[in-house]
Nanobody, 128 residues
Framework: QVQLVESGGGLVQPGGSLMLSCEVS????????TGWFRQAPGKEREGISA????????FYADSVKGRFTISRDGAKNTVYLQMTSLKPEDTAVYFC?????????????????????WGQGTQVTVSS
């Protein structure tokens, strides 16, 4: 059974940084993209970044572009989200998800439709 476990969330001051990790365990998944999503209280889920199975293709939502960096370590089956210059509006539960990729990462990769497996989420709170 495929499992995704997020970690690295916490409380950080505005302008600070956090690195989230998404560890994938279970049967080997070939050609699977991984995405990061977030959901704030009272708001819809937002796709913020995605990375291809090889790491050669990435995509970011405008809301995080230039501040967040997605990467993956194939040997560790882990995808990371380095978050810098954090703002109070980045406060949310952050989820990772994985599913079969269908080409280069793009806006469709942030919609969530292609992801079959989801983690339980990790809370990120940006507050002074």
């Amino acid at each position: 059974q495929v499992q995704l476990v997020e970690s690295g969330g916490g409380l950080v001051q505005p302008g600070g940084s956090l690195m989230l990790s998404c560890e994938v365990s279970g049967p080997t998944l070939l050609y699977h993209a991984t995405g990061w999503f977030r959901q704030a209280p009272g708001k819809e889920r937002e796709g913020i970044s995605a990375i291809s199975s090889t790491g050669s293709s990435t995509f970011y939502a405008d809301s995080v572009k230039g501040r967040f960096t997605i990467s993956r370590d194939g040997a560790k089956n882990t995808v990371y989200l380095q978050m810098t210059s954090l703002k109070p509006e980045d406060t949310a539960v952050y989820f990772c998800a994985t599913g079969p990729e269908s080409g280069a990462m793009g806006p469709y990769s942030l919609l969530g439709y292609e992801y079959h497996y989801w983690g339980q989420g990790t809370q990120v709170t940006v507050s002074s």
